[in-house]
């Protein structure tokens, strides 16, 4: 049986002001986040860490290098964890963007198209990233089919992925709370998931007040 610890990189500028980071851009940790990063680490020192996974984006590999530092492991990139493409509508604020693409997408249904073949211009739908992210779960659990293993990637990725571990239809992927920082638990014995939490945040209490 693997567990996968399922984490959300911790806050960024971006983050806190509502500009898209997504697929291709990055900006540095706010000082929660930094904070952020630091419970993590006190939270995950006492689990017995196997291997550490992240998106190649700089937010998540920090988020990971952190964790790894604690238990002497070394952090694999894997580029196919990356958050959605959202294409031509990348450099919108993340409302913006999120509406455009909302406008986009009912319309475009209504004219008979089928959905999993809507995409914003120059990027990909919920289906693409699905793909890509079962793709690289896959290729991990080819090297680790038991044991713990981090995995720190983005909210986008990780709505997606525990949505496709319990089967919920893509339409409603991106629906499920993703805060910075953030962890999920996951148990996958080659067959089946099974989710035991999601979104948990109590290792954070401390860093609001």
């Known amino acids: 049986m693997l567990k996968i610890i399922l984490i959300r990189h911790c806050k960024t500028i971006s983050n806190e002001t509502g500009k898209l980071q997504g697929y291709h ?4 940790f706010t000082e929660e986040g930094m904070k952020q ?3 993590l680490s006190k939270r995950l020192k006492s689990e017995k860490i196997d291997a550490v996974y ?19 492991l070394n952090v694999n990139n894997v580029k196919n964890l990356r958050e959605a493409n959202i294409g031509e ?3 919108l604020p993340v409302k913006e963007a999120i509406e455009k693409w909302m406008k986009y997408y ?3 249904k209504a004219k008979g198209i ?7 211009p120059a990027g990909e739908n919920a289906w693409d990233h699905q793909k890509r992210l079962l793709e690289a779960i896959t290729q991990i659990y080819s090297t680790h089919k038991d044991g713990t293993i981090v995995i720190v990637a983005h909210a986008g990725t990780n709505k997606v992925l525990l949505g496709s571990f319990q089967n919920t239809d893509p339409d409603d992927f991106y629906k499920v709370p993703q805060d910075n920082a953030c962890i999920n638990i996951i148990k996958f014995n080659g ?4 989710v035991i939490s ?6 954070l209490k401390d860093e609001k007040n």
């Open 89 to 91: 509508w990348s450099d």
């Open 54 to 72: 992240c998106s190649d984006l700089g937010r998540a590999y920090k988020t990971a290098q952190a964790i790894a530092k604690e238990h002497g």
């Open 191 to 194: 067959n089946s998931y099974k």
């Open 106 to 108: 009912e319309e475009k």
């Open 114 to 120: 089928p959905r999993e073949e809507i995409r914003p």
């Open 25 to 28: 851009d990055d900006s540095e």
């Open 37 to 39: 990063m630091e419970a």
């Open 198 to 203: 999601i979104n948990d945040t109590n290792h």
